[in-house]
Every structure is written in C-alpha cells, then in structure tokens.
C-alpha cells in the first residue's frame, strides 16, 4: 500500500508540474488555431504528453459538475513511467487557479480498455476560505466503480476520449466518508 501511495503521490507531483507549466498565456492565445494543434501535439521533451486546444473535461463530485474548457482551461492527457511501471491519466486546472482535477490509470494507454483508477485528486479553493481537498478513497467500495475506460485513443480526430467513476474522500481516516466522482474527457487533435 505504502509503494502505490508513493507512486500517486510522485505521478500528482508530477500531473501538476506539467499541468501549470502548460498553462495557457495571452501569447499563446494570440498564435493560429492550426498553429496551437500542432504545438499541442507530443513533444521530443514529453513524448506521450498532449495539451488539448479543443475538448473538455466534465468531473461531477457529489452534487456539482466542474468542466473544464481547453480553449481556456490548461487540460492534458499525461503519459509517464514511475519505479518502470507506466501510467496515463488526465490533468486539469481551471485559468483562474481555484479548481484542479487530476486521475490516473496504471498501464499504457489502449483503446476500447477499461482499467483501474490508480490515483485521483480533486482540488477547490476559494477567495478566503481554506481549500477543498479529495483524493482517492482507501475506505471500502464497490470495486467495479473504481474504473477508468479509454474509449477512443489516437482515432481519427479523436486523440482520447474517457469515462471515469470513482470515490473520493477528503481525508485517509478509517472510516471516513466518501462521495462519488464520475465524469469524461474528450481531446480533439483538430
């Protein structure tokens, strides 16, 4: 247990340092819709790491639903080897800074493949209030619903497109309360 809490730790580590270097600026804005797809697209440095330009990520966590635009929000589709086990998942954080999201799945990414939720974090903050914090619930849960399943990956202008279910908790206490998290992700090449 110790072993993959490392890894999610390392991986949300690391989803978050690419997630705000990635962030979206008025110059970047200011460059062709054609010109920000390609740029967007794998780099030598990331292999495996997109930045969407067009998508959205929707995430519903007890009776609210976050999305995420990637024509204003910094959404990506992480690909990464931790202790050599790979990983995919999904990052995003919205322009204004106050809500983040980030899941994960061990293995590479396959289409049409469901796998197991590996670690997720939710994250609120508001103007003079402490901030919100879920992450992925240790507590006893049906097992089927910890899933995240990539249903298209790398088709025609589909890069990915995901459906996740989940359970989030705001502490690792024995027996603390958990709530449902679902959503999807859809990142268009063009």
């Given at each position: 247990m110790v072993k993959y809490s490392i890894r999610f730790i390392c991986f949300i580590l690391l989803l978050s340092a690419f997630v705000s270097s990635c962030q979206k600026d008025e110059a970047v804005k200011a460059a062709t819709t054609e010109d920000k797809a390609d740029s967007s697209l794998s780099t030598a440095a990331n292999p495996g790491n997109y930045l969407a330009v067009k998508g959205s990520l929707k995430v519903k966590v007890q009776d609210s639903t976050y999305t995420f635009n990637a024509a204003q929000d910094s959404i990506a589709f992480v690909n990464m080897t931790i202790d050599g086990e790979e990983y995919f998942g999904v990052t995003a954080i919205n322009k204004a800074h106050s809500v983040s999201f980030g899941i994960s799945s061990l293995g590479a990414p396959i289409a049409e493949m469901?796998?197991?939720?590996?670690?997720?974090?939710?994250?609120?903050?508001?103007?003079?209030?402490s901030?919100?914090?879920?992450?992925?619930?240790?507590?006893?849960?049906?097992?089927?619903?910890?899933?995240?399943?990539l249903e298209k990956y790398n088709q025609n202008t589909v890069f990915a497109k995901i459906t996740f279910h989940t359970y989030l908790a705001k502490d690792k206490k024995p027996n603390s309360a958990f709530y449902s998290a679902e959503g999807s992700f859809e990142l268009q090449v063009k």
């Open positions: 469901t796998n197991n939720v590996a670690g997720a974090q939710f994250l609120l903050s508001a103007p003079g209030k901030n919100t914090k879920y992450t992925l619930s240790s507590n006893t849960r049906p097992e089927d619903y910890d899933t995240i399943a």
